[in-house]
């Protein structure tokens, strides 16, 4: 390639313009990117940042309560998600975990997903007892049952008394746990990820510490899984497994299959503790 104009008699006021237009493309290489890839990159980020305020206004059209003794206490939602995640080998670019519940364990946690024409909303209550929420569609999640089934974590260490130690039992406790599920007749292996996305304590409620983990496909999350050090008597460890997909789910520990939930037919279902449903999306 020619690094230097060839010889000329052009006025000298041409070279200077060279020299400038050369000086403005060695600053864009030495940005990484040339100027089309700038702007493209810059539309990509506004998209981004547009679709994260369209999932906050989402999350603040849905009311949540605790529902006892027939009365609606209405619970507040965390103001930044748990984790953005995307699965474009899926059909979708971008999602976020919200949790509603500001203190001890959150009460229910919904997702967005936004696909190519819709958004995917899933509810799932981890509430002991009664739950409900208002939804943007004009409809009512009301759950039956609770959305918590806990099981004590065999052969698990006594919890440690300091909270960093604890927290690193947490992690070595979630290590033993591995999860596939089936789409259609294809089953696809999760992975863990290695860090919680909350962590909590509720002393009133018997929960010294407890943390949020997530078995994922790529970084889509499709089951919860939560440990906690409950102190009903002498302080253990215990966790609990939650859907976040509708497909067919199984999940082992130590190797052996301990959890296995069946696809769900109706996922629309407003009275079961999880729960997905579909709203109209505008063109980006």
């Not at 099981?151 to 979630?174: F, I, S, V, W």
């Amino acid at each position: 390639m020619r690094t230097s104009p060839p010889r000329s008699r052009r006025p000298r006021r041409d070279a200077t313009a060279l020299v400038v237009c050369l000086a403005v493309g060695l600053h864009l290489v030495a940005a990484g990117m040339p100027a089309s890839a700038q702007t493209k990159g810059g539309d990509r980020d506004d998209a981004r940042s547009k679709r994260a305020r369209e999932m906050d206004r989402r999350a603040g059209q849905i009311k949540v309560y605790k529902v006892k003794d027939g009365k609606n206490l209405e619970v507040p939602r965390r103001e930044q998600p748990l984790l953005r995640y995307s699965d474009p080998t899926r059909d979708f670019f971008d999602g976020t975990v919200w949790a509603w519940g500001t203190s001890g364990r959150p009460v229910a946690i919904v997702t967005f997903e936004r696909h190519e024409s819709i958004w995917t909303y899933e509810v799932l209550s981890l509430a002991a007892d009664g739950i409900a929420a208002d939804l943007p569609t004009g409809q009512r999640w009301a759950p039956r049952k609770p959305g918590l089934e806990w099981q004590a974590l065999p052969d698990a260490p006594a919890p440690a008394d300091g909270e960093a130690q604890r927290l690193r039992q947490m992690k070595t406790l979630m290590e033993r746990f591995s999860a596939s599920e089936m789409l259609g007749s294809e089953s696809f292996e999760l992975r863990r990820m290695p860090t919680p996305i909350h962590r909590y304590s509720d002393r009133d409620s018997g929960i010294r510490d407890g943390a949020m983990f997530l078995l994922v496909y790529g970084t889509n999350p499709e089951v919860l899984v939560l440990i906690e050090c409950r102190e009903a008597g002498e302080p253990k460890w215990y966790f609990n497994l939650s859907r976040l997909t509708a497909a067919r789910v199984t999940v082992r520990l130590d190797g052996r299959e301990v959890w296995t939930k069946p696809q769900v037919r109706n996922p629309e279902a407003l009275d079961e503790p999880y729960a997905a449903f579909h709203a109209a999306a505008q063109p980006e």
